[in-house]
């Protein structure tokens, strides 16, 4: 047999090394399911995503993942829906999420939740045990228990959670975070904290403290209202209550510390590790009943106590909101003023302040000390597209298993921060002592009586 030249042997260990770097790279671009784990797709694939509310706030998560596919929506209110309808006029809709899930089960990847809070839970657990992946507008849930419930339900399902707080994929909340880390203003024992919200911030800031109406118009045709009250006790339809004014009911919304609470309070409570508190206590504008009863005051100062945790001292913390403020610290600088919303920093040797979703804007106060600074190295992975790829991220971990920014571990944690404060609002001028543990307050047995709800005939928690 002739022998192979030395140019022939190169040419084919060439062709050989070729072959094989060319399946290697196949076996990368084409990722099998097997590889993926259990309910996750391959990059390549299209996510096939349901989602419950598909107007207002859910129609921004629709549009920020369009890149996906939408296989089934439901709604109550087809008005409110009406955009998203027209944008995907083949796409098979419901007003029931339940018969959505009875039918569409099999073509859902993936679920957005985006219904008023009182209506988060029931919508959220359906599609988890569905075994469908997740995400949920804030706050997580209207009550403690259904936090609690929703978070470890999750966790045993296995699936990708994400939480509407968008802000907490931002560079800025990194950067907080790196900074208190590095010791930037060394110990943080205090923090203070402010929206404008129910008087400053749309959609809702002209909604009145009031009693329940007395009168009962008609429920449009478009409107399924025993729906739309889901596990919320009966009352008449009124227009006061929906498509937006529903975030100032006790029984529908959370209000402003609920609204803003997991924006506001997410860069603290990450940076500081803050977990559960050990005490909250509210004091609220409320005084005339039959309207406390009913929607939530105007104006609420929420101070929290938390321990010491790791190596951080213990932490008191004030929340207010309907335009009340804290004090301006010592050391701002002449002109300087706190924005509509935002958070205060006070540490021993310094002052962080930063405003809403995410820590935006976040400094170091006097601007002098600002410019002294020597930043610290990015320890903390950062998300593509900040803010705005927040439900993107979410995306990409229902595909590749790597969990999401502010999965329902987190985001359930900060969620059940913020309702006590809520919850604090309703046993008013109480300092409330909280065991997170057990999820019970140790001296208030009326408080207690508010952390699960009651659901009406017909739903079940």
């Given at each position: 047999m002739k022998r192979e030249g030395k140019k022939e042997q190169d040419r084919r260990l060439s062709r050989r090394s070729f072959?094989?770097?060319?399946?290697?790279?196949?076996?990368?671009?084409?990722?099998?399911?097997?590889?993926?784990?259990a309910g996750q797709k391959p990059p390549g694939e299209r996510l096939q995503i349901a989602v419950v509310g598909a107007g207002g706030m859910?129609?921004?998560?629709?549009?920020?993942?369009?890149?996906?596919?939408?296989?089934?929506?439901?709604?109550?209110?087809?008005?409110?829906?009406?955009?998203?309808?027209?944008?995907?006029?083949?796409?098979?809709?419901?007003?029931?999420?339940?018969?959505?899930?009875?039918?569409?089960?099999?073509?859902?990847?993936a679920v957005i939740v985006a219904t008023p809070d009182h209506t988060h839970y029931v919508a959220a657990m359906a599609a988890i045990e569905n075994g469908k992946h997740l995400y949920c507008q804030k706050p997580l849930c209207h009550s403690i228990y259904e936090v609690r419930k929703l978070t470890e339900a999750a966790r045993a399902a296995g699936v990708q959670t994400q939480m509407g707080n968008q802000g907490h994929s931002d560079d800025a909340i990194r950067m907080l975070c790196e900074w208190v880390a590095d010791g930037a203003v060394g110990d943080i024992r205090e923090v203070h904290a402010w929206s404008d919200r129910p008087v400053g911030g749309n959609?809702?800031?002209?909604?009145?403290?009031?009693?329940?109406p007395k009168k009962t118009p008609p429920v449009p045709k478009t409107l399924d209202w025993d729906l739309w009250l889901g596990p919320a006790s009966?009352?008449?339809?009124?227009?006061?209550?929906?498509?937006?004014?529903?975030?100032?009911?006790?029984?529908?919304?959370?209000?402003?510390?609920?609204?803003?609470?997991?924006?506001?309070?997410?860069?603290?409570?990450?940076?500081?590790?803050?977990?559960?508190?050990?005490?909250?206590e509210a004091t609220t504008t409320h005084w005339e009943p039959g309207i406390m009863d009913e929607t939530y005051p105007r104006a609420s100062i929420v101070r929290y106590e938390f321990p010491a945790r790791d190596?951080?001292?213990?932490?008191?913390?004030?929340?207010?909101?309907?335009?009340?403020?804290?004090?301006?610290?010592?050391?701002?600088?002449?002109?300087?003023?706190?924005?509509?919303?935002?958070a205060l920093l006070i540490g021993d040797?310094?002052?962080?302040?930063h405003g809403s979703h995410g820590a935006g804007g976040v400094r170091i106060v006097p601007e002098v000390q600002m410019r002294a600074y020597k930043l610290p190295a990015a320890t903390i992975p950062r998300v593509k597209d900040g803010s705005a790829g927040h439900e993107r991220?979410?995306?990409?971990?229902?595909?590749?298993?790597?969990?999401?920014?502010?999965?329902?571990?987190?985001?359930?944690?900060?969620?059940?921060?913020?309702?006590?404060?809520?919850?604090?609002?309703?046993?008013?001028?109480?300092?409330?002592?909280?065991?997170?543990?057990?999820?019970?307050?140790?001296?208030?047995?009326?408080?207690n009586s508010l952390v699960k709800p009651e659901y009406r005939e017909g739903w079940t928690l």
């Open positions: 072959l094989r770097s060319a399946s290697a790279v196949a076996a990368f671009t084409v990722v099998p399911r097997y590889v993926l784990g859910g129609k921004a998560n629709i549009d920020a993942c369009k890149e996906e596919r939408f296989v089934a929506f439901a709604d109550v209110d087809d008005v409110r829906a009406g955009d998203t309808y027209k944008e995907y006029p083949d796409v098979p809709r419901y007003k029931d999420f339940r018969r959505m899930f009875e039918k569409e089960a099999k073509n859902i990847d959609p809702w800031s002209d909604f009145p403290v009031m009693a329940r009966w009352r008449p339809y009124h227009r006061i209550y929906c498509p937006q004014s529903w975030r100032g009911w006790w029984d529908f919304g959370t209000g402003a510390l609920g609204d803003m609470g997991c924006h506001i309070l997410d860069p603290v409570f990450w940076a500081l590790k803050l977990g559960a508190p050990r005490s909250v190596n951080m001292p213990a932490v008191k913390l004030t929340w207010y909101d309907g335009r009340l403020k804290p004090p301006v610290p010592e050391g701002f600088e002449k002109g300087r003023k706190l924005g509509d919303n935002g040797k310094g002052v962080i302040m991220d979410w995306v990409r971990a229902c595909k590749d298993g790597k969990p999401a920014s502010s999965t329902f571990e987190y985001g359930g944690s900060l969620t059940e921060m913020v309702l006590l404060g809520v919850l604090a609002m309703r046993v008013k001028d109480t300092r409330l002592e909280w065991d997170g543990e057990n999820m019970r307050f140790t001296n208030n047995e009326e408080a």
